[in-house]
């Protein structure tokens, strides 16, 4: 963590200085007139787009929540692989971490074939392989995720907290208007303000309002999918128990009495059952059930027998239905035939989205959404990039939400169907159901998905040079040691959420950045050229690494190498007093065996550069003379 750019300040260096405007102007007890984005939603999906926002203070932003306060306690609890990777970059993974538990180790259960009545352990696998993420798979409380954005936004230099007790109303798009296209209308709902409207024009609006998404019906999107008339339950417990995987992820398969998912809870004693119910008939609802946590408690003891389960406490409890259900498109304008028409309203998380959460993907899967449209937002404000990149929100989110929509259908009519042995005729095999969860990890973990070729996705002519940075994938971190005071650390750490595109240059094998080598040249196109996209996009005023942001890797152990020898831009002079910034330059890990350029696949020989989105995804891999 860099600070005192900019001058000696004592404190927690998280919490940074209010911009000119958060002083001058700080965030009132009314909506403005104006804003340049209005995230409607304090969902997940809301408070990552909205942190991600906070960072520019010449971006105006505002976030309403139709609840009076922020989340007390959530639904959602399981944090991805890849999701921690997007917190680190948010600067609260370590926190998540502490407090959360750690789903390390899976079991699988099924009928005892001697007794079909009880149930038996049929196998434990490792939750992720080995490699695929620096970040573990976690569980913590959807609140306690809130509280960081929160956090976040708070300490941020436009000091954006929410405006809660607001609903919208209306939105409408007037696409001839020059400068604020979007007028919501908002009504605020708490006792004392009761009956009020309050009007708002935006440059853009952002729907992260659940699966009832009025800004969704707004512009026209519905959701579409079916249901697979099946009812299920979930509650967190503390509870008395025999059952030996109490504390481990387990998916449980009776003969005859249905199936649990156990979601072990952070803090050691509370724990998540999800209990399975009867069949729905079609067009019924679980509502009209009448199911009473009773009801899912002994459900879940006839499952887990012949252990005993003696349910002290219910913390939280809900019962839902099977779905999956996804709209065609994620803005205002895309499928609609007019190719000149620019996006201004958006859907993101269950407004675009539902499926079951037993695959842990819903929050996940709604951050990555907002993340992806954040930075796309942020540049086109800043006029770094023009309108036309929102369009690749929709094309983007889309496509990959679909895939997760075809592997949750699947995935849960496995985990509902009987199990195959003891169960009569048809039903899931057992093992089949263990090899589908190892197969699909990856896919659960959040690293799966792939955005495919366009004008911020590179086509793969050069993949050869870093097969382990797959273009259109996230970027996979590996271990280095920073060179300037020999820290280890993970490359991909040096990533903030602040919009900065970042390239990545992996140097050849005799590269020591002398006077002909390709990092050098490199170095000079990117510092002197008048093609140089630094030299095209950097604002005046601005520090050099404020759009595109340089990195280098060499392959020689860090102490065969002096950073006095290095090209000015791998020492640029930053901030009001021209300080060196000295955490441009990295080896590999060789001391304990991680070298990146073998663990990444990369060409020895030639080095290459990797160019990497502001969402952490590889826009490109090209060689270093390109």
């Excluded at 976040?152 to 939105?171: A, E, F, G, H, I």
């Excluded at 004693?269 to 899912?296: F, G």
């Excluded at 994620?330 to 993101?348: C, E």
């Excluded at 020895?604 to 990797?610: A, F, N």
Aim: aromatic share 8%.
């Amino acid at each position: 963590m860099q600070f005192h750019l900019d001058g000696f300040k004592t404190g927690d260096p998280r919490v940074q200085e209010p911009s000119g405007t958060a002083q001058t102007n700080p965030q009132a007890d009314t909506l403005p007139e104006q804003v340049d984005v209005l995230i409607v939603g304090c969902g997940p999906a809301g408070l990552t787009l909205a942190a991600q926002l906070a960072a520019f203070p010449d971006i105006s932003t505002r976030i309403i929540e139709q609840k009076d306060g922020p989340l007390q306690l959530g639904q959602a609890d399981g944090v991805a692989c890849r999701t921690m990777e997007m917190f680190e970059a948010f600067g609260f993974s370590r926190r998540v971490m502490e407090e959360a538990y750690w789903v390390n180790e899976v079991t699988f259960w099924k009928p005892d074939t001697k007794r079909p009545e009880h149930i038996v352990r049929n196998g434990r696998v490792q939750d992720t392989e080995d490699g695929l993420s620096e970040f573990p798979h976690v569980i913590l409380n959807q609140a306690r995720v809130h509280d960081f954005y929160l956090e976040v936004m708070k300490n941020s230099p436009s000091q954006l907290v929410p405006d809660y007790s607001r609903s919208v109303v209306d939105v409408e798009i007037d696409h001839t208007a020059a400068e604020y296209p979007v007028t919501a209308r908002i009504a605020r709902t708490d006792s004392e303000h009761q009956g009020q409207e309050e009007v708002v024009r935006a440059r853009y609006v952002v729907g992260c309002d659940g699966a009832r998404s009025a800004v969704r019906k707004a512009i026209g999107r519905e959701l579409r999918g079916d249901s697979a008339n099946q009812a299920w339950g979930v509650m967190d417990v503390l509870a008395v128990t025999d059952f030996p995987d109490i504390r481990l992820k387990a998916a449980i398969h009776s003969a005859t009495e249905g199936n649990v998912l156990i979601i072990p809870r952070e803090g050691g004693y509370l724990v998540r059952l999800y209990v399975e119910l009867d069949k729905l008939k079609e067009d019924e609802r679980a509502s009209s059930r009448n199911i009473t946590v009773d009801h899912l408690i002994a459900a879940a003891q006839r499952v887990l027998h012949p252990y005993s389960l003696d349910v002290k406490e219910v913390a939280w409890w809900s019962v839902y239905e099977i779905g999956q259900r996804i709209s065609d498109h994620y803005d205002d304008v895309a499928g609609r035939g007019d190719d000149n028409a620019l996006p201004h309203v958006f859907i993101a998380g269950d407004a675009c989205h539902t499926h079951s959460p037993k695959a842990g993907q819903g929050m996940n899967f709604s951050m990555q959404d907002t993340f992806n449209l954040g930075w796309k937002l942020a540049s086109v404000l800043r006029g770094q990039a023009k309108p036309e990149l929102l369009h690749s929100y929709s094309t983007e989110r889309q496509t990959v939400a679909q895939e997760l929509i075809d592997f949750d259908r699947k995935w849960a009519k496995m985990f509902s169907d009987r199990p195959a042995e003891g169960g009569g005729k048809g039903g899931v095999d057992p093992k089949e159901f263990e090899r589908y969860f190892v197969k699909q990890g990856r896919f659960t973990a959040g690293t799966e998905t792939h955005y495919q070729p366009s004008p911020i996705c590179g086509a793969a002519t050069h993949q050869q040079l870093a097969e382990g940075f797959t273009i259109g994938k996230r970027f996979h971190s590996a271990p280095v040691v920073r060179l300037a005071d020999a820290r280890p650390m993970q490359l991909g750490h040096v990533a903030r959420a602040d919009g900065r595109w970042r390239l990545y240059a992996f140097a050849g094998t005799d590269d020591v950045a002398g006077q002909d080598s390709g990092v050098r040249s490199l170095c000079e196109f990117l510092s002197d050229s008048p093609d140089s996209p630094i030299k095209r996009f950097t604002p005046n005023g601005q520090d050099i690494d404020s759009v595109f942001d340089l990195r280098t890797v060499f392959q020689q152990p860090h102490r065969e190498l002096s950073l006095d020898s290095m090209p000015a831009l791998l020492l640029p002079r930053k901030g009001r007093y021209g300080l060196n910034d000295y955490e441009k330059v990295f080896c590999p890990d060789l001391k304990n065996g991680q070298d990146i350029f073998d663990l990444r696949a990369i060409d020895r020989e030639r080095g290459c550069l990797v160019i990497v989105r502001p969402d952490q995804y590889v826009a490109h891999v090209l060689p270093l003379d390109a």
